[in-house]
């Protein structure tokens, strides 16, 4: 072969190929002299006994292999040929959260993508060759048709759009505002000017969860009807999601909208990155590597020299940080917005209820029973939120004292009276509700503590006349419930819902336009929880349920039931402050050490006894011994998970602690081969868990 300028290019003669398998380094294949191998292609190689799609990651004349023993490439896959960019990513990945390359890069793609031709149904062969869209994917929403609300920008929301167009190159945004104070609008607005730069201009946008926000999808497609818009999350068949997938890598699709897995989806044309509601503990994935959607978007953006915004009412305290030191650029918004013809929203009351003062019955204290009272008879609708499903936490008899345990985890079964079963919300063990007490006989079995199903029923009990509709977890799943939970969101919207009861997923996204009365009923869970960022996640959470209220500009008030109304959390959410308690966190954790001031990294394991786990987590610390210098950085002793057993599995974990983070991974590096090489010794597996989200 040769080049314009007269040198001669080799023909490579090895590819280095990464599979998902865990090996730490590519794999060396022959090229056969037919095949045409590019970097980044899919191909199809021999390992072992076996087939695997991998990912050509260079090219090379030499092997440090006996030639002889380098097997063939078996097939280059066409239509896709990964960017070095996306490698690099992938890369990053592979690096910062410690595991294979392969393991990062392929999981990455869809399923359909990562699987052997012969392995797939015959019609079913190679991805498209070419560039051309397939026919549309059924998770692409149709554009509607229509007049396209555009509200007139507010100044700051004006600013916080110039703000990130005027930038050249990558600079992280935290676009910070409560509900309903127009980020979306400010997306849309970056959006727009983005995409009108080049004709092939791609932004992503990702969400937490994608079937709690249908209204981001239909403004999406509402505002850009004249752009492919693609939704792409794991709810998608496999066919799907390869065709969407498929779209969004030969660029046919200009925006993206997607939950994490999607900040790996394959874009040539990458021009922006939005994180929506970026604190959301969704974006971290788990079950195969247990990356940070939001981090891995943030460094993505810096690959790819675009910019990227983060936005929430309530940023994690880590985004907070990096704003505060100057990291991220910060952008505020303070007003809220409201479509033509109506007010915008108000900032509701926020008040506790003593619990101690006012004592629950059957969950729900006198001044909250009186507030919806109120509600119901002026005709507005009130969202009661606890976060229990199922009728009750645990059945007890009156008898014995006999407990729904699981049997399987260190934990109660809840009592569904809906289906009559005792289920444990860990490991998903569930069981007919027996009709006496298996210990005693005693056939007086009772529910104790509130779930959604008992709150459902005692509003029932007390307003028979009020519509009330439950959506949680336990009616909202699969293809059945997501209509069930849809048609109980629209029956909201429509005002044909009085009540709305349900867990957290009922704080999230939805603009109820006539909710006046928002009641929190267990708040103090999460309070007292020994997890250092649960205090977070509730303000959070409370913060969202409290962007419900009053958004058609009415007075509206949001009642949370605490025995610890003291606590400075609620003064600072009462004054609708999250600066303030942002600034309380940040002070506490800079002086107890701990994230973001502190990096962590957690390895867990899972045994048939915690005597086999802890001896397992020892052994992987006593290792440290045999390493050069380790400054910087302290190992714990390792002891039980909070929740120790689960699906019948012990499971315990050693914590690594660093000031700095290039010590944390500068140890991991070596520590983790050593681990590695030590083998199972009997428990059933490992895992670390860079920047662990709960330990
Ligand atoms: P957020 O994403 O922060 O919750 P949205 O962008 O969804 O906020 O805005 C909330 C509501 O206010 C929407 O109905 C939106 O159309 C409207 N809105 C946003 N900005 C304005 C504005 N500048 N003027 C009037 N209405 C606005
Ligand atoms: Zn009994
Ligand atoms: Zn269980």
Redesign the pocket.
């Given at each position: 072969m040769s080049t314009g300028d007269g040198s001669t290019v080799l023909v490579p003669r090895y590819a280095r190929v990464i599979v998902d398998v865990p090996l730490a380094q590519a794999l060396d294949y022959r090229v056969p002299q037919d095949l045409c191998v590019q970097v980044g292609q899919l191909c199809v190689v021999p390992v072992g006994r076996q087939r695997h799609v991998g990912i050509v990651v260079e090219l090379a004349q030499d092997t440090a292999l006996a030639p002889a023993r380098v097997k063939p490439i078996a097939a280059v896959l066409p239509g896709v040929q990964l960017s070095e960019r996306w490698l690099e990513l992938s890369r990053f990945g592979s690096d910062y959260y410690h595991y294979h390359w392969g393991e990062v890069a392929l999981g990455a793609l869809p399923p359909r993508l990562r699987r052997p031709p012969a392995a797939r149904p015959r019609k079913a062969a190679a991805p498209p060759a070419d560039a051309s869209p397939p026919p549309a994917p059924l998770a692409a929403i149709p554009a509607a048709p229509g007049l396209v609300?555009r509200?007139?920008?507010?100044a700051e929301?004006q600013a916080a759009i110039d703000a990130v167009c005027q930038t050249e190159g990558f600079t992280p945004h935290l676009l910070f505002?409560v509900?309903?104070?127009?980020?979306?609008?400010v997306y849309l607005g970056i959006i727009e000017r983005l995409l009108l730069r080049s004709n092939c201009a791609q932004a992503l946008v990702l969400v937490p969860e994608i079937n709690l926000t249908p209204q981001l999808q239909a403004r999406l497609c509402q505002r850009f009807p004249h752009y492919r818009v693609l939704s792409l999350h794991s709810g998608l068949a496999p066919r799907e999601r390869s065709d969407a997938w498929m779209e969004a890598h030969t660029g046919a699709a200009r925006i993206i909208l997607g939950t994490r897995t999607a900040v790996f989806v394959s874009l040539p044309a990458l021009a922006l990155i939005v994180v929506d509601e970026e604190h959301d503990a969704s974006f971290k994935a788990h079950g195969g590597v247990p990356y940070s959607a939001r981090d891995l978007a943030v460094k993505r953006a810096q690959l790819e020299s675009v910019p990227v915004v983060l936005g929430s009412a309530t940023p994690s305290l880590e985004t907070w940080q990096l704003a505060q030191a100057g990291r991220y650029r910060l952008a505020r918004?303070e007003q809220?917005?409201?479509?033509a013809g109506l007010q915008?929203a108000a900032d509701p009351l926020i008040a506790t209820i003593d619990l101690q003062q006012f004592p629950a019955d059957q969950g729900l204290a006198a001044p909250l029973r009186d507030a919806l009272e109120e509600t119901l008879a002026r005709g507005e609708q009130a969202l009661v939120f606890i976060n229990r499903r199922g009728f009750a936490p645990v059945l007890r008899c009156a008898a014995c004292e006999w407990l729904s345990r699981c049997p399987h985890c260190d934990t109660y079964a809840a009592y569904h009276k809906v289906g009559a079963s005792l289920r444990c919300h860990h490991c998903g063990w569930s069981k007919r509700v027996p009709a006496a007490c298996p210990d005693c006989g005693n056939q007086d079995l009772q529910g104790v503590g509130q779930g959604t199903q008992r709150v459902e029923e005692t509003l029932r009990r007390l307003w028979p006349q009020a519509r009330i509709a439950r959506i949680d977890r336990d009616n909202s799943q699969g293809a059945k419930g997501a209509s069930n939970a849809g048609a109980a969101f629209d029956a909201m919207h429509a005002g044909d819902v009085d009540i709305l009861v349900g867990t957290q997923m009922i704080t999230k996204g939805h603009?109820f336009r006539r909710v006046s009365t928002v009641g929190v009923l267990n708040a103090d869970a999460q309070l007292v929880a020994a997890d250092f960022r649960a205090p977070e996640r509730l303000f959070a959470v409370l913060m969202q349920g409290a962007g419900r209220a009053g958004r058609a500009g009415q007075e509206s008030r949001v009642l949370i039931q605490t025995r610890y109304p003291q606590h400075p959390l609620f003064a600072a959410l009462a004054r609708h402050s999250y600066g303030e308690f942002a600034q309380e966190q940040v002070d506490e954790r800079r002086a107890a050490r701990m994230p973001p001031f502190v990096h962590h990294a957690l390895l867990t394991v899972a045994a048939r006894s915690m005597e086999q786990a802890l001896e397992f987590l020892r052994r992987c610390a006593q290792l440290r011994a045999e390493l050069p210098a380790t400054q910087g950085v302290t190992v714990f002793d390792a002891v039980p998970m909070p929740l120790a057993r689960l699906a019948a599995e012990s499971r315990g974990q050693l914590l690594i602690e660093a000031a700095r983070r290039p010590d944390l991974h500068a140890f991991l590096n070596a520590w983790l081969p050593l681990v590695r090489a030590m083998g199972n010794r009997g428990v059933l597996r490992w895992a670390i868990e860079v920047d662990p989200q709960a330990i």
């Open positions: 609300e509200p007139e920008l507010r929301q505002g509900t309903g104070s127009g980020k979306t609008e918004l809220r917005g409201a479509p915008p603009d």
